[in-house]
């Protein structure tokens, strides 16, 4: 990146009201069909010129064309059955009805990469394109075929893989992998969750980030929140071992969160995309906010590592709220981007 402090958000926002429920995660699609397909592509060119007009560096599709983060992705490959599903505890934290794991895992076909050319069609922006991580992605399924976590983690990474590769051909520049399960599974990640997640980038030319976060703004993850006391250490647990990895980038939530900003010192020499945006409230930052959070980062990252950014996905926020919190993080860097240079 050429700017300095470039801005980029984690990934999701809100879809405009005639393609799914407004300020509802998950919505089912209002169109059917061809009128589906086009109103995605229509969807994402409004999204991205939300980006553009709130003057975001790294722009991405608004996670448009999928319904959800994890399931969207695995609907598109075989070995996992959709009729029937099982409740489990999604990240130990709530129940949700899943599919069902039947036989080997592999992909049938190119799940993002049509979305991908497309958005790349569309700016000359350097863009960010998120997938599911392998641990976020068992943890969404319950198998029934390989009873091994960590053997289906590892199917799900060499798929990831070769969705990875295309979407690196079609002109993505940085790969992004969604790994919220990081943030709770503390053994495992450093077991093999890392090793999994490297499987996944392994051949890459682009960049990679892996984005770790505290969840949507959901009841379910807010009320998780307040459990986990005045000083949220997970990031501890794991980042040793991510410094030591492959990864370029790690996102991370940060304002209004309990994290204790110094643990960024941790993965010292990684770029740091840094939540300078909260998710979960409707409120908006203002600029001087969104700056003290960066200069605040900035005692532990590196400038030309530090990438503003928002805590997590916007997908359940209206689109005012989301457009004025891009705004907010545009106008916060900026503040910084001028002390920097100045
Ligand atoms: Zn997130």
Known sequence: ???LLPTSTAGSLPK????????TLWSPWKLQEQTLVDGKKDALCLSLH???????DIVSDGEQTRQHFVTTFIEHLNGVDFENRKIVKIRDRYDASVPTVIGPVSRQKSVFVEDAKFLRQQTDQPIK???PGPM???DTLYDDHYKSRKELAWQFAIILNQEAKELEAAGVDIIQFDEPAFNVFFDEVNDWGIACLERAIEGLKCETAVHICYGY???ANTD???TLGNEWRQYEAVFPKLKASNIDIVSLECHNSHVP???LALIRGKKVMVGAIDVATNEIETPEQVANTLREALKYVDADKLYPCTNCGMAPLSREVANAKLNALSAGAAIVRQELTA
């Open 1 to 3: 990146m050429n700017v």
């Open 16 to 23: 405009p009201s005639w393609l799914a429920e407004s300020e």
């Open 50 to 56: 939300q980006q553009q007009l709130a003057g975001v």
């Open 129 to 131: 394109w998120a997938l």
């Open 136 to 138: 976020t992605m068992i």
């Open 217 to 219: 703004g959901i009841k």
């Open 224 to 226: 998780w929140k307040k």
């Open 261 to 263: 900003m110094e643990l």
